[in-house]
């Protein structure tokens, strides 16, 4: 199966880590829906770990615009906003970053819980619209701190509210669920400014810096938003529209 | 009126879903926050939240697991288009919204009996009531520009059990244009 990605796009940290966490044998495409560079190799492999910290994700590289390398067929057909895209093997093509990570996780087994859909769903409807709108606050407005996670306060709440309640180390218990990926993965761009993190929400800092340090999360990181750290993700959203709330959007045109 | 018609908040189309799957009834429902996000109420300890969640347990409470797809494959793809539902149907309210999605759908549909290929699962009938509203609406030049989505959804309205009370949405069978492209 092929995974692409577009280099700064912030989906890209969630999928990647979820193929790390759940050892899925992907081939990544880095790419935008204009080129595609084809690089093969494969995602870590379950077993041991190796001892010394292998590249496994390849750099990002821009394809030249407009040419696909010969003898490969451009991904989703759809609309080509779509990145990530995940082509199966049968030729199907998901192209929902939620529906990626569930879909590693599934293939070796881990079906979805009430827990871990809540999760998800949330995530897709209430987590990322406001996580979009605090890194966009932050890289391309420049706020700092507890001020650009502004919008992000309730739903860190709501997190911290369940971790606690709970009383789990992951979000859906005791083990790292696919719910875990995606909300980090969102999470990590906005808070890895430690200032962001409300120092009173104890159970949300601790899980998220045990997801933090986990490898494959660090591995995720560290071939999206390393070195150049979130130079990519500021190129990216400036050539998107500033992204608007569902509930603040015109209920007509 | 044909907002009487339509599956308006969350907690209406369970009951409907809920009907579709032989469910007794008797689940409660609230609504939470400004997009009215249905809640089913427990009576031990918190309820769950959000439609497609909800719609999922309800499928497997009826024990009619093939609803929510067998491979690992189709799961992932119900799950894609759930929140495609979600986010996207529920989310998008402008005629443009409405534009892309019709559009996403259509070439996703051209080559598939139901969303999911070539099984029938919740994703199609979730997305036959977020879209109930919109087809009911569409002229019948739009059904024809749309001509995959207009088969699909003539196909799971007369699902058994999935319309209900729902208003029938006219299709016609020739077609007017036929240099529609």
């Known amino acids: 199966m092929r995974l692409r990605v577009a280099a700064g796009g912030p989906a890209a940290l969630k999928v990647l880590a979820a193929a790390g966490a759940a050892a899925a044998p992907v081939r990544l495409v880095w790419g935008g829906p204009l080129g595609e560079t084809a690089a093969a190799v494969a995602a870590p492999l379950p077993g041991r770990e190796p001892v010394a910290p292998t590249p496994v994700i390849p750099a990002p590289q821009q394809g030249p615009p407009g040419l696909l390398p010969p003898a490969e067929r451009p991904l989703a057909q759809l609309s080509p906003t779509w990145v990530p895209a995940l082509e199966l093997d049968s030729g199907t093509v998901l192209f929902s970053p939620n529906a990626i990570c569930q879909f590693f996780f599934l293939a070796r ?132 529209p500033p992204p608007c709330l569902a509930m603040e959007r015109a209920t007509s045109n | 009126m044909a907002a009487a018609a339509r599956p308006g908040t969350g907690a209406e189309e369970l009951a409907l879903l809920e009907k579709l799957l032989g469910l007794p009834k008797g689940n409660k429902y609230g609504v939470q926050g400004e997009r009215k996000v249905p809640v089913l109420q427990t009576n031990n300890g918190p309820g769950l939240t959000g439609l497609m969640t909800i719609a999922a347990h309800l499928v497997k409470q009826a024990k009619k ?117």
Request: glycine share 6%.
């Open chain 2, 65 to 181: 697991d093939q609803l929510l797809g067998s491979t690992a494959e189709e799961k992932a793809v119900v799950q894609q288009w759930l929140e495609y539902r979600v986010t996207r149907v529920d989310g998008g309210s402008s005629k443009e919204d409405v534009r892309i999605i019709l559009k996403d759908l259509n070439i996703h549909l051209e080559d598939k009996v139901y969303l999911a290929g070539n099984i029938f699962t919740l994703a199609d009938i979730l997305m036959y009531y977020g879209l109930h509203h919109v087809m009911v609406d569409l002229t019948v030049q739009e059904k024809e520009k749309y001509l995959n989505v207009s088969r699909w959804f003539n196909h799971i309205q007369h699902y058994p059990g999935v319309r209900q009370h729902l208003s029938n949405v006219i299709f016609i069978k020739n077609r007017l244009y036929t240099n529609g492209h």
């Open chain 1, 109 to 240: 087994g881990e079906e979805p819980t009430d827990l871990t859909n809540q999760w998800l769903e949330w995530e897709a409807t209430e987590l990322q619209p406001a996580a979009s709108a605090a890194l966009y606050a932050q890289l391309v407005h420049g706020k700092k701190g507890l001020e650009a996670v502004e919008a992000l306060g309730k739903l860190l709440a709501h997190i911290e509210q369940n971790l606690s309640r709970r009383g789990t180390a992951y979000l859906a218990g005791d083990a790292k669920s696919v719910a875990d990926v995606v909300v980090w993965g969102t999470l990590f761009p906005v808070l890895q400014d430690e200032t962001s993190l409300p120092s009173e929400m104890q159970a949300l800092r601790t899980w998220f810096q045990s997801m933090t340090l986990s490898e494959a999360c660090r591995k995720a990181a560290d071939s999206v938003l390393m070195p150049k750290a979130l130079l990519e993700f500021k190129s990216y959203l400036q050539k998107q």
